[in-house]
């Protein structure tokens, strides 16, 4: 399978380097429009000697000058609109993608037109898409989804998810509004410039699985006050009353009966990590994670392993949900 | 989705019942060879008023006189060989199949040419066949291949199931070995008589997906000695010093390196019951299932949970994990 990277941030590079490693793949260059990025060689943003002489260009373009890739991982943005624009110029040349846009996971809930769009185009060029990745991507959402097979009935889900941020990326930390003023993270929030993306999403797309008609979906979001003073390995520094994190929860109900509650806390030095997934249903299950599913190295585990599993769909915009059962590959 | 139940035992009978709950499934008839069974009426049999003058009948032969299902839940056997028989009849009237039969969740395991030959006589008559459940079919095989998804490398995976087997139902207490003196247990187990089916099928499965080759796949089997005196609800007697159920080991090795290991214990007032699965891998996984998977009521919700993702599958002999996500239906 020859593939391209689109994206070169902190995720972008794991996945390029995972996806490196693979003897089922041959990556032929990566997009993107960083100006310090662009003309650059692989091996040496990556250190993947087998990356040698393959290139950095600014655009699929200039990029299918020198090679055609069968798949393309896109690591470039949350927004479903964002990433359909830089999407469909590659899935019109019939080329695959597996993206970790947060709203391509389920994007009929975002905007079913342009959905429906994506869906046709791929049809026509014989394409794929998948929107993938730990969170969302699985750990609220696929993993729950999954569980219920063993159901006879559901009633309710709960997801609670509890993350040590200290342990994940800058763009991350800053994300979550780390270093922020109380006041000055709900604002940010409100206007949706930090916060995690994707938990209604993932609360949407349960939803959609197990046939429920979610007629309110409603989202809040907290900081996560610092006790004491924090400074993270990539520098950033929290100041005791500051925000060292955030408490996000998205509750989705039918009828006015809360069917789905996702809980997320992300924040420095959050201790007891871990994800946990209760179905109230029969039988119940009550599944713990320890640790929990950490996260950028399992994100660019789920784009690459996402991969042959796609190959194996349709042609159309699909939902993780509709491929074969996901597994190291 | 018109639906008929093969075999009327305990499973057979939890999978028609909640079948015929389902909105989307109308169950038209049974299948058993039990002459107390045939001529009944399945809502007699079931209590289920919706199955009214649904009757039971000696063969797949006698049934299509008076229905056609589209899908046939087959709960009668444990080995390929038996199922095979029983099926083949089945599919090449092109009615899929969703079996409970242990050693159909990889055929290719234990038969690839009688495999090869159900999965073209599916193909010639547009029939579907899968093989499922709980265990095997989820908590020791799809589970942990699917966690495996969100994993940049997997070295090896150890599963712990520990079941109750005194809330399970008669038969299993049996199967396990409850009630045998221990040198009789030993004998029966490898004469294959007792013991719980599947556990080698579900460690094969899992090295398939992942693309080890284990050269080497042991099992073994002893018997859990009852320290006190046990009764149970089924009136299975079990005196203290006898047999109250079974520890079974499956043990997978790749160039003489463990890579699975599938741990069973089932018996009579085991406590704490749980599943447990670790990968040990990047990031490494640790999750637990508290309580575990209760069996019984489970597996009829993992056949008739199935059945739509089933017939979302190209015609064929599919492995479960070639079906996507399943999902409370």
């Given amino acids: 399978m020859k593939i391209a990277q689109f994206g070169l941030g902190p995720i972008g590079l794991e996945t390029l380097k995972l996806a490196a490693s693979k003897p089922w793949a041959d990556s032929v260059g990566a997009i993107d429009i960083d100006p310090h990025k662009i003309g650059k060689d692989l091996s040496h943003l990556t250190g993947h000697r087998s990356l040698r002489r393959r290139l950095v260009y600014p655009s699929i373009d200039d990029l299918l000058k020198h090679a055609k890739p069968d798949l393309i991982f896109h690591t470039a943005v949350s927004k479903f609109h964002a990433a359909f624009d830089q999407i469909e110029p590659i899935v019109r040349r019939g080329i695959n993608v597996v993206s970790s846009c947060e709203e391509l996971l389920f994007p009929q809930f975002r905007d079913p037109r342009l959905a429906a769009?994506?869906?046709?185009?791929?049809?026509?060029?014989?394409?794929?898409?998948?929107?993938?990745?730990?969170?969302?991507?699985?750990?609220?959402?696929?993993?729950?989804?999954?569980?219920?097979?063993?159901?006879?009935?559901?009633?309710?889900?709960?997801?609670?998810?509890?993350?040590?941020?200290?342990?994940?990326?800058?763009?991350?930390?800053?994300?979550?509004?780390?270093?922020l003023a109380p006041q000055e993270f709900l604002r940010r929030f409100r206007k949706g410039t930090i916060g995690h993306a994707g938990l209604r999403d993932s609360l949407a797309l349960i939803g959609h699985c197990l046939g429920w008609r979610l007629d309110k979906i409603s989202e809040t979001g907290e900081p996560v006050v610092a006790k004491c003073h924090i400074r993270t390995q990539f520098l950033v520094v929290v100041k005791r009353g500051q925000a060292c994190g955030l408490h996000q929860r998205a509750i989705g109900r039918e009828n006015g009966r809360v069917r789905l509650t996702l809980d997320l806390k992300m924040y420095l030095d959050a201790p007891d990590p871990h994800d946990r997934v209760q179905i109230q249903g029969d039988p119940p299950l009550d599944v713990l994670i320890r640790g929990g599913v950490a996260g950028d190295q399992a994100t660019s585990a789920a784009l690459v392993n996402a991969a042959p599993q796609l190959l194996l769909a349709p042609p159309g915009l699909r939902l993780i949900t509709e491929l074969p059962a996901g597994h190291f590959a």
């Fill in 117 to 179: 769009r994506l869906d046709k185009i791929c049809r026509r060029s014989g394409a794929r898409v998948v929107g993938t990745g730990v969170n969302p991507g699985f750990v609220m959402d696929l993993l729950p989804i999954c569980l219920t097979s063993v159901c006879r009935d559901v009633r309710s889900i709960t997801v609670h998810r509890v993350v040590d941020a200290s342990t994940r990326r800058e763009p991350l930390q800053r994300k979550i509004g780390s270093g």
